[in-house]
């Protein structure tokens, strides 16, 4: 039985519940307060501690010069107060050591929760969006242009990791944009060359066509090494030879870049100029140049 029955207005009264006095009703269009609430009045906001705060946090940040066992060291008050505690802890202070582990501890669980919440918000932006692009397909509907794109997102359960192998946002796919653009246009770039490198048995045309592949097939690599560690990419999708992959992958793998071919510009081939030159010596040979005047 609830504890407080209902209030009905009884039948033939004009007063009740939800029914106040026609006469103290308030009419319409007209404010039950007219005057407004008195500057002053309760529920007065504190005042802020900005200033406080602020040179709280200046301070924590305020770089200061400190000595230790490589020399003079530049840091922030924060970290210099941070790392006295753990030295302290590691000599074997035990209030130090319980500060640090309760520092510790309260990190952790900080990330712990930050990087739940980021894995179930992925995860249902995942599931949600694999199925409205799939109902979308089904009534032959245009696909929205989606950032990130469900299919580039992967979810590692055991590890809660979220790993996007394309861009996140549209200045991460200004970025993506530019350098597939370049790696096609490298590797258009050395098929060409390829091409005339097969044309020629001149020692000299193919030294010059070796040298200008030798640096395309560099860059190539410097951008396919990008777009694999940005995005987690594996080697297949930037390169089609099978070695090719292996070079890149280890390339990833140990972290190192690679290695620019010696005695080349660092600067962008010009493959238009180089044709027109490789034309005319190639006509030059078949049209000798006249050597006397004409007439």
Known sequence: MPKHKKLMASPGFEVGYAKPPKGTRFKKGTSGNPKGRPVGSKNKAKKPMGKLNDLI?????????????TGPVTMPVAQAVVRSINLNAAKGRVGAQRLFLEMLGTVEGIKQREKQDVFEAAFEYKETWTAELKRLKQLGQPLPELL?????IELNAKTGEVIFHGPF???EKKIWDHLWAQHAQYGQDAENLWAELGKTEDPEERGYIEDQLDWTQYLFQVVAVQIMENWRLPAKR?????????????????????VSPRDLPNERFDYAEFYREQEERRRAKLVPASTGSEG
Do not use: C, I
Request: no cysteine; hydrophobic share 30%; proline share 10%.
């Open 57 to 69: 946090m200046k301070e924590a940040y305020r770089d200061v010069d400190l000595n230790d066992k």
């Open 169 to 171: 946002d549209p200045a």
């Open 148 to 152: 990130p794109h469900p299919d580039d």
């Open 238 to 258: 930037v390169a089609s030879d099978f070695l090719l992959r292996k070079v890149l992958e280890q390339h990833v793998e140990e972290g190192t870049k690679p």
